[in-house]
């Protein structure tokens, strides 16, 4: 057909000039070439970042697979998943692939939160780095709430039912959020509708645009520097190109992650429970996913009335204030007094056993 | 660039070092020259580079098939209840709900049928997707003829033979008869 043939190489070459012509690529790779990762003893933690976001590309593909066959549809959601669970071809594995890398993708952001944090990435400049990020967390927390009642079994009803509630608890506007979210009064057709859309269309779109800022934040201010790091004399200091050095470690440690991935999705497909039935009792011994167990665990704790005040609302608004300090760090350690400092460590840590010792306590009770 | 030859592999600009050695003649042999030996070695084959090149990309791809595959079998749809179930036989209506000179559209199994009644006491059943492009024909009862509204295909009400428009064959016939004066429709 070809009587010149064009061998290979020729035929990169040419399209290499071809977009290379067209594209502004050499600005490009100068972009990609100058952000530089300090080496150094907690190097580790940048993978992180990097981790979760592999993850995210894999929630996306699945994602996008799930709806291929789901119903968001009060009598047909169930039905949806327990086909593609047992009459689709890898229907189970990818559904699988999705919870287990919804649960994965979280703890990588947590990992990645808490070692940024206990590194001082939020300072000046990466302010906006920072709040980005806790925006992008709370925005994932929201794909687990909502993606976990789409399936329409007897657990994420219930998960769905007690979160809608404390929702309601929040002081003025918290009626009226859950009244809307719900769709209602009682979980139901509308819950499932209005859930979908958030889980489908409302978060992905602020999830790419917050995550192009983060990324773009990274891009301008380079990586941070833990102060260990940057006190160093500048011949003592090392780095090495982000790419492609830095990005195929990258990819090598996603490869990793997928491996594991693919072994919880294989020795432990997820499971779904029976069909909700909202005048049925909560199944015993009902726990939520263990990202929300501490929250849970402390809500639970809480007396009925603290003073005059209802102890959920004392419990909502200690944890509010949490979510408070992780907002206003930046503003509060600023890196110029010692004290403060400290002070943001003690408070990270404090924060980060609590985590755990509720959590564990929400496993054991 | 040439510092980061040894940490990086697959680096594009590798290549063009050893490809512009030619025009350095007559050097000392130094960092940015290869050696004669390793010149050698690039004429003969495969270098390091190229090797693990290739290898990342044949790497890539098998990754790239063996999560296709999954995908694509994902994707092909289950047969459904009602492609397998086979519709042979129906009870359309009572005799009398379907006058002389009338049509009537219904369901049979996974495709729209038509029966007929026409003027001169006979029934007759068609399969009524237009053999065009698959439109749903009806019965005219002023024109008395089998009509698509599509593209005006015209098929005749006793044999279903196209006789106007683009229609390129008949419409394929299926058995209607009375039995207890209820109208049956069944394969032929």
């Not at chain 1, 972009?31 to 190097?43: G, I, N, W």
């Not at chain 1, 889980?199 to 260990?228: C, D, F, R, T, Y």
């Not at chain 2, 749809?77 to 009338?102: A, I, N, W, Y």
């Not at chain 2, 439109?135 to 003829?145: H, M, S």
Request: net charge neutral; hydrophobic share 45%; charged share 15%.
């Amino acid at each position: 057909m070809v009587s010149h043939p064009v061998s290979p190489q020729k035929f990169a070459a040419r399209l290499n000039a071809f977009l290379r012509e067209r594209l502004p690529l050499e600005e490009l790779q100068a972009l990609a070439e100058k952000k530089k990762v300090p080496l150094h003893k907690h190097s580790l933690w940048y993978y992180l970042g990097g981790i979760a976001g592999m993850l995210l590309g894999v929630q996306i593909v699945t994602g996008l697979l799930l709806m291929v066959y789901y119903v968001p549809e009060i009598t047909s959601a169930h039905a949806s998943i327990l086909k593609i669970n047992t009459q689709i071809n890898f229907g189970w594995f990818v559904r699988s692939l999705h919870s287990w890398g919804a649960n994965l993708m979280i703890l990588a952001l947590f990992v990645h939160l808490f070692s940024t944090y206990f590194m001082k990435a939020y300072r000046k400049p990466r302010e906006l780095t920072w709040w980005t990020g806790l925006a992008l967390m709370g925005i994932c927390l929201g794909f687990g709430f909502t993606g976990y009642l789409l399936p329409w079994d007897d657990v994420s009803f219930f998960a769905t039912k007690i979160g809608l509630d404390v929702a309601s608890k929040v002081p003025f506007a918290g009626n009226l959020i859950a009244y809307m979210l719900r769709g209602g009064d009682a979980v139901s057709q509308a819950t499932i509708s209005r859930f979908f859309v958030i889980h489908v269309a409302i978060l992905p779109i602020l999830l790419i645009g917050l995550l192009g800022g983060h990324l773009l934040m990274v891009q301008v201010h380079n990586i941070s520097e833990p102060n260990s790091f940057k006190n160093l004399e500048p011949a003592e200091k090392t780095y090495e190109k982000f790419f492609p050095t830095f990005f195929l470690k990258d990819i090598l440690v996603w490869i990793l992650c997928l491996n594991a991935l693919f072994g919880l999705t294989m020795l432990s497909p997820w499971s779904l429970g029976p069909e909700a039935d909202p005048f049925a009792p909560a199944p015993i011994g009902i726990k939520p996913e263990w990202y929300f167990l501490a929250p849970f665990q402390f809500l639970k704790m809480m007396p009925a009335m603290v003073g005059p005040i209802e102890g959920e609302l004392v419990g909502l608004v200690l944890m509010s204030l949490v979510a408070v300090g992780f907002v206003l760090v930046p503003t509060f350690d600023s890196g110029a007094s010692t004290a403060r400092s400290r002070a943001a460590t003690w408070f990270g840590i404090v924060v980060v056993i609590s985590f755990a010792v509720l959590s564990i306590w929400g496993v054991l009770s | 660039m040439s510092e980061s030859q040894d940490t990086n592999l697959i680096d594009a600009t590798e290549k063009e070092n050893t490809a512009g050695k030619k025009e350095c003649a007559g050097c000392q042999p130094c960092t940015n020259c290869p050696s004669s030996m390793e010149e050698q070695e690039a004429d003969e084959g495969m270098d390091r580079a190229q090797f693990f090149r290739a290898a990342f990309a044949c790497t890539a791809m098998c990754w790239g098939g063996v999560t296709l595959l999954p995908i694509f079998m994902y994707l092909n749809p289950p047969q459904t209840e009602e492609t397998k179930s086979k519709v042979t036989s129906l009870e359309v209506c009572k005799l009398s709900e379907l006058p002389k000179g009338t049509g009537r559209n219904f369901r049979f199994g996974s495709f729209p049928a038509l029966v007929i009644h026409t003027d001169d006491g006979q029934l007759h059943a068609f399969k009524a997707i237009c053999t065009h492009l698959g439109c749903t024909v009806q019965f005219r009862t002023d024109k008395q003829d089998i009509y698509c509204a599509c593209h005006g295909g015209q098929y005749d009400p006793s044999t279903g033979k196209n006789i106007a428009g683009p229609p390129p064959k008949p419409l394929p016939a299926l058995k209607a008869e009375v039995i207890n004066d209820m109208v049956i429709v069944s394969r032929v």
